[in-house]
């Protein structure tokens, strides 16, 4: 049996760069394949978590507190790898998960990437 998973971090400034580097494999990356990378898709975004922060930011009037405020919410939306095993199931998974996205966060959804 397949299992969804959802894992939600709180991210403050001081961490773009860092989550930037590690979700778009800038930088060695612990249980992920180098030679994979070319099949990383970037869903939502420009590719540049800071770049697409400080968009959203600019659209809405909203500025940090301070650099320990919490400026966006990491989500990493998963499954178990036997759902995976059918290629089929990844591009209904994908349309899945963009309409929860889309539904929950409409366009504050601003980053997403396919690893």
């Keep these: 049996?397949?299992?969804?998973?959802?894992?939600?971090?709180?991210?403050?400034?001081?961490?773009i760069a860092g989550k930037n580097s590690h979700n778009m494999r800038l930088r060695k990356t612990h249980h992920a394949d180098p030679n994979l990378k070319s099949q990383n898709r970037i869903l939502i975004g420009s590719?540049?978590?800071?770049?697409?922060?400080n968009a959203r930011f600019q659209a809405t009037n909203v500025k940090a507190r301070n650099s320990t405020s919490v400026i966006c919410n990491e989500l990493v939306l998963t499954a178990s790898p036997e759902f995976f095993a059918n290629s089929k199931n990844l591009e209904d998974w994908i349309k899945v998960q963009m309409e929860y996205l889309h539904n929950?966060?409409?366009?504050?959804?601003i980053n997403a990437v396919l690893h």
């Design 1 to 15: 049996m397949a299992y969804a998973i959802l894992r939600v971090e709180k991210t403050k400034n001081t961490s």
């Design 47 to 53: 590719g540049d978590l800071r770049t697409d922060i």
């Design 104 to 109: 929950e966060y409409g366009e504050n959804a």
